[in-house]
């Protein structure tokens, strides 16, 4: 059945969950978003190595399934890997989740979501 | 003799007629499975062909960002990152979602977000065209960098207020300008390089993933139709082990089909033979 246009008409924004390289380069061309104070929310979170994956589920989560306006959700492809089942877990159609690669990770189509759901299709 | 003679077995409850109607309906559904099957690869096809462009596009942004990085007017250790992002940023590319379920499923846009009109006209995202505009006008960027401070047309007044305005305001401020005015053309390249992914790719990459789960759905659905569900129904039992939250369209048409498979007491032939179709 297809979505409802209420679904996504407010889903105006991408969000980013990356490195800092990652996030500098999406920022520069012009999708970073901080909603007006007092409660401020950015639609981006840089990581490291030293960042918990509970700060990255918790971001993953907001973004996702918290927050209504966000269309478009964009994760390096090694940080999804950190919170793989929170990830698969997510299957709804609105916001979107594409993974991504890193400067230092390229893609790896083996952990590619849609990939491994072609597989699935063909029952492998 | 106390032996019984084997009787003969029992007439069958259809008629020849209906059979054959059976297996028409059998064939007619199996071609069409064959012709989304062929569909479906033709998406994953350009799928993969899209991934394949996204990372490179992803190395070229990624490379020319390090140039920059190593080109920094910052200052000795200083890099292009959180350090210098603005905390009053508004978003300049802006998605928007067709429905085109029938023919598509979701066709995803990004494009540049359309300034406020003096008239205090609303923002939202810009058309299409918009896309050639952002080109031309980092074009121009590039060439007005080098040719600044040498070429000077007595510019208007106003012009240089709107400008200074558009700089102060984050919500039109250009995101090179947190790391002043001196930005590296390297800088400008792979600020270059990841709009282009943002409002190309990125979007065209959604809308294939949008297609194939339609296409998907579908293939499901004549599988459930032609019992062919037992055949992937071990991947799905380790699948449902493993994503036990699934939620959403793809999953319902898989519970259906699953239940379907149940209340068939046979299966035709092997799903895969419709892939060795394809390549005849």
């Known amino acids: 059945m297809a979505a409802p246009p209420s679904a996504y008409r407010d889903r105006q924004f991408l969000a980013v969950i990356g490195d800092e390289d990652s996030v500098t380069g999406l920022l520069l061309a012009g999708i970073g978003h901080v909603t007006d104070p007092p409660d401020s929310q950015r639609n981006f979170l840089v990581c490291d190595s030293r960042t918990e994956k509970s700060t990255i589920e918790s971001a993953f989560n907001r973004f996702t399934k918290e927050r209504k306006d966000i269309g478009i959700v964009l994760i390096n492809q090694h940080i999804a890997e950190k919170i793989r089942d929170t990830v698969d877990k997510f299957q709804e159609a609105f916001p979107a989740v594409l993974e991504i690669p890193a400067k230092d990770h390229p893609y790896d189509p083996e952990k590619d979501s849609v990939l491994r759901r072609v597989r699935r299709l063909f029952g492998e | ?280």
Do not use: C
């Open chain 2, 1 to 280: 003799m106390a032996t019984s003679l084997p009787s003969p077995p029992l007439s069958r409850s259809s008629t020849p007629g209906s059979e054959q109607q059976k297996d028409l309906v059998t064939d007619t559904l199996s071609q069409r499975l064959d012709a989304l099957l062929e569909q479906y690869l033709h998406l994953l096809h350009q799928y993969t062909t899209l991934r394949e462009e996204l990372s490179n596009s992803f190395s070229s942004a990624f490379f020319t960002l390090a140039h920059a990085q190593r080109a920094s007017t910052l200052g000795a250790g200083r890099r292009y990152g959180q350090e210098y992002y603005d905390d009053r940023m508004k978003a300049q590319r802006l998605v928007k979602v067709d429905n085109d379920a029938p023919r598509h499923g979701l066709v995803w846009k990004v494009s540049r977000k359309v300034a406020p009109t003096r008239d205090g006209a609303d923002a939202g995202p810009n058309t299409e065209k918009d896309n050639v505009d952002l080109q031309s006008r980092e074009k121009e960027d590039d060439v007005s960098q080098e040719v600044k401070g040498q070429t000077k047309d007595a510019p208007e007044v106003e012009e240089d207020s709107t400008n200074e305005r558009e700089k102060q305001d984050p919500a039109t401020r250009d995101p090179i300008n947190w790391f002043g005015i001196l930005a590296p053309s390297a800088l400008r390249q792979s600020q270059s390089h990841f709009t282009r992914l943002v409002e190309n790719q990125i979007p065209d990459l959604l809308s294939i993933d949008s297609n194939m789960r339609r296409v998907e759905g579908q293939i499901w659905l004549l599988r459930e139709e032609l019992g062919l569900t037992h055949d992937y129904e071990q991947s799905e039992t380790k699948e449902e082990v493993e994503h036990d939250g699934l939620e959403g369209e793809e999953a319902q048409v898989k519970q259906r089909a699953k239940q379907a498979f149940r209340n068939l007491p046979s299966r035709p032939a092997h799903p895969k033979s419709h892939l060795l179709k394809l390549g005849e």
